[in-house]
């Protein structure tokens, strides 16, 4: 199983949005409703930041949400922060306990 | 407040084997999912296998069933992954994780494996 697509980098201004996509297929991303979406600083614990396509956990600021649009997921992280830099990795559930990844956006705020 | 702390990585040659561990503490071990997900250099995430609370139900990628065992102590509040035959592709950042469902909702800091000769 390939991984989902997403596109190796992304940026944007304080203050900006911007929106990262994730591409799987009918048999991941556009079958199921549990795409989540990560988000990683080199070195550190990742943290789940969106869950099933768009819920947001408790602690998550409202600024991160979540969507889908047939085959592919997005985030999109509005108002953009220089803590917000860093890694994103989406995934999905696939078919038993089996979970893919996407291979990781880097996220620059300029 | 959930931590997971990873041990026993290092470097080990090809065809060698290692044991790594996960502590948990600040939530019921017992009643959660738990998985690994490894991190190789300069690549994503993937994720290597997870185990359901009490043990008896085990899943692994495909690129590791026969080679690594996932496996818990509950009384020990405890994650293990057994790795056997290590070649030079398993070389990762290897991170705990409590799965819910399908997703992995807490994290630990990862523990390095280098395979290499």
């Known amino acids: 199983q390939s991984a989902l697509t997403q596109p190796p980098s992304a940026s944007g201004s304080p203050g900006q949005s911007v929106t990262i996509s994730c591409t799987g297929t009918g048999s991941d991303v556009g079958d199921y409703n549990f795409v989540s979406w990560y988000q990683h600083h080199p070195g550190k614990a990742p943290k789940l930041m969106i869950y099933e396509v768009s819920k947001r956990p408790s602690g998550v600021p409202a600024r991160f949400s979540g969507s889908r649009s047939g085959n592919t997921a997005s985030l999109t992280v509005s108002g953009l922060q220089a803590e917000d830099e860093g890694d994103y990795y989406c995934?999905?559930?696939?078919?038993?306990?089996?979970?893919?990844f996407g291979g990781g956006t880097k996220l620059t705020v300029l | 407040e959930v931590q997971l702390v990873e041990s026993g990585g290092g470097l080990v040659q090809p065809g060698g084997s290692l044991r790594l561990s996960c502590a948990a503490s600040g939530f019921t071990f017992s009643t959660y999912w738990m998985s690994w997900v490894r991190q190789a250099p300069g690549k994503g995430l993937e994720w290597v296998a997870t185990?359901?609370?009490?043990?008896?139900?085990?899943t692994h990628v495909d690129s590791v069933k026969g080679r690594f065992t996932i496996s818990r102590d509950n009384a020990r509040n405890s994650l293990y992954l057994q790795m056997n035959s290590l070649r030079a592709e398993d070389t990762a950042v290897y991170y705990c994780a409590i799965r819910f469902h399908h997703r992995f909702d807490y994290w630990g800091q990862g523990t390095l494996v280098t395979v290499a000769s």
């Open positions: 185990i359901d609370q009490d043990g008896s139900e085990k």
């Open positions: 995934s999905s559930y696939i078919a038993g306990v089996t979970v893919l």
